[in-house]
Nanobody, 124 residues
Framework: QVQLVEAGGGLVQAGGSLRLSCEAS????????MEWYRQAPGKQREFVAS??????VNYADHVKGRFTISSDNANTWNLQMSSLKPEDTAVYYC???????????????????WGRGTQVTVSS
């Protein structure tokens, strides 16, 4: 019923920048919070940043001052990453806390609407 699609990953040298985007589609009633997570090889998925529909942002300590989350519109959000480090190498996933209509037109709330991820590789 809901799809999230990430874009913008790639290979960049340390100190460089990348901009990720995530677009949500489907029978969405409302998105309350948009999030970015990442998972490096052999590690657990970890929180990166979030933004609420009201514009409140939150960042993990390891990206504060380097990454900026923003929202283009109700269903699209971005992650601007600067001063990238090799340890930022990971698959980046977007997620959303949202309400959507199921096939019976019932409103469903979910905190798990993950995209498939986009690879970010930072070379030293």
């Amino acid at each position: 019923q809901v799809q999230l699609v990430e874009a913008g990953g790639g290979l960049v040298q340390a100190g460089g920048s990348l901009r990720l985007s995530c677009e949500a589609s489907g029978r969405i009633l409302r998105i309350d919070e948009m999030e970015w997570y990442r998972q490096a090889p052999g590690k657990q998925r970890e929180f990166v940043a979030s933004i609420t529909s009201g514009g409140r942002v939150n960042y993990a300590d390891h990206v504060k001052g380097r990454f900026t989350i923003s929202s283009d519109n109700a269903n699209t959000w971005n992650l601007q990453m600067s001063s990238l480090k090799p340890e930022d190498t990971a698959v980046y996933y977007c997620n959303a806390n949202l309400l959507y209509y199921d096939p019976l037109d019932q409103i469903v709330a979910t905190r798990d609407s993950w995209g498939r991820g986009t690879q970010v590789t930072v070379s030293s």
